[in-house]
């Protein structure tokens, strides 16, 4: 089973910047996709940012060009660099681990609080 933990999320004015990290307790290396959800109150949870174990990404509309994710191998850890912050991106991020072992897993992290302020 591989065990995510969040952390970075915190208060920042509208135009800040935060970057949240995904530490996972496996080697991430073979894990196919690592994500970035969010989830604000009364809304569903929504998929922010993608990256696959080849280094390919992807990002939800709202968020491209603002928001960037990588990973450390190395460290077993995934970002997210958020930019240019809107309080419409304050919601509860969580970190998610998508791979396929004989069939697909999912694993995920207990959430981090971005709140930005207008």
């Known amino acids: 089973q591989v065990q995510l933990v969040e952390s970075g999320g915190g208060l920042v004015q509208a135009g800040g910047s935060l970057r949240l990290s995904c530490a996972a307790s496996v080697s991430i290396a073979s894990i196919n996709y690592m994500r970035w959800y969010r989830q604000a109150p009364g809304k569903q949870r929504e998929m922010v940012a993608t990256i696959t174990s080849g280094g390919s990404t992807n990002y939800a509309d709202s968020v491209k060009g603002r928001f960037t994710i990588s990973r450390d191998n190395a460290k077993n850890t995934v970002y997210l660099q958020m930019d240019s912050l809107k309080p419409e991106d304050t919601a509860l991020y969580y970190c998610?681990?998508?791979?396929?072992?004989?069939?697909?897993?999912?694993?995920w992290g207990q959430g981090t609080q971005v709140t930005v302020s207008s």
């Open positions: 998610n681990a998508h791979w396929y072992d004989g069939e697909w897993y999912d694993s």
